[in-house]
């Protein structure tokens, strides 16, 4: 289990195990709880990564009920003991959007995200100042204090510490509208140009975008991340998200994985090359 495996995240890939040593085994969530003196929706929660046992006993008995072996037994324990904790973002989870809690778990412990922003530029990628003006953009409308902005734009700095520090895999596209829109003053559009040009460099990140003039595939119905993961190390499940209205859906249902890697896919055909994009920049920053 890589180091940087958050709480969440091991909550919710022992979820999905259990979900699945349960389905190999032919047993109901009703079914299960009997076995081990429970009620069925502390099933339901354990699979859904939201809670966990009372008893480390039960926990143990429900691993004997699906015949897992001594090696597996000592692997899950170790992830039931890790998964109690708490998250670097816990403190702030009143700042969250809903859903957001989940998708950090997830993002805790991806190798690889691949997200496509249409109209602002994407979180992991943004500067301090950049993300505090966004946030004070919309102060009024959402009704935001000060110290939640202050709060939401350190989340957001934190996260960036997977790409800066951690080498998480980025794969972004924007469209052209995302870099364009104004955010703040003119200077911190410069500088966030200067940052993405940056980032851009790193060996674990592309930035791409697709320009107004590419007569292209574009998404209308939002933004969207796909995350993988290191599936020698883990059983858990390729991960889509969207973003729609403030909130965070976490889907893992692979047809809908499925559809969201194609959009994806289409996306990056008509994108700017990662070598185009320092001279694309620079235009945006003088016509900006």
């Known amino acids: 289990m890589a180091a940087n495996t958050g709480a969440t995240f091991l909550r919710l890939t022992l979820g999905a195990e259990l979900a699945r040593l349960r389905e190999k085994k032919g047993l109901s969530g009703d079914e ?49 003991k890790n998964a109690k904790g708490n998250d670097w973002w816990t403190p702030n989870s009143s700042v969250l959007p809903s859903g957001m809690p989940a998708y950090l778990g997830f993002e805790s412990g991806a190798t690889k995200v691949s997200p496509w922003c249409p109209s602002v530029i994407y979180g992991l990628l943004q500067t301090e100042a950049y993300a505090e003006a966004l946030m004070e953009s919309a102060k009024a409308a959402d009704e935001t204090t000060t110290d ?12 960036k510490k997977r790409i800066t520090e951690e ?41 791409r975008i697709i320009p107004w003039s590419a007569r292209a595939y574009r998404v209308t119905a939002g933004s969207f ?41 289409f996306l990056s055909r008509s994108a700017v090359p990662d070598h185009e994009i320092p001279q694309f920049l620079e235009r945006l920053a003088r016509e900006v």
């Open 32 to 80: 299960a709880a009997r076995e081990t003196g429970c009620a069925p929706s502390t099933i339901s929660k354990i699979e859904q990564g939201t809670t966990g046992f009372r008893l480390i006993s039960q926990f143990i008995k429900l691993l004997d009920v699906y015949d897992v072996d001594d090696d597996g037994q000592e692997l899950l324990v170790d992830w039931y």
């Open 148 to 159: 939640f902005i202050e709060s939401s734009v350190q989340v957001r700095m934190n996260r």
């Open 167 to 207: 080498g998480l895999e980025l794969d972004c596209i924007m469209d052209e509208a995302a870099l364009r829109n104004m955010v703040g003053a003119r200077e911190i559009m410069h500088r966030q140009y200067e940052e993405l040009a940056m980032l851009s460099q790193l060996p674990n990140v592309s930035v």
């Open 225 to 265: 991340t796909v995350m993988d993961f290191d599936r020698t190390q883990l059983p858990g499940p390729v991960v889509s998200t969207s973003t729609v209205s403030h909130t965070v859906q976490v889907v893992s249902k692979l047809k809908v994985v499925k559809r969201f890697a194609r959009r994806f896919d």
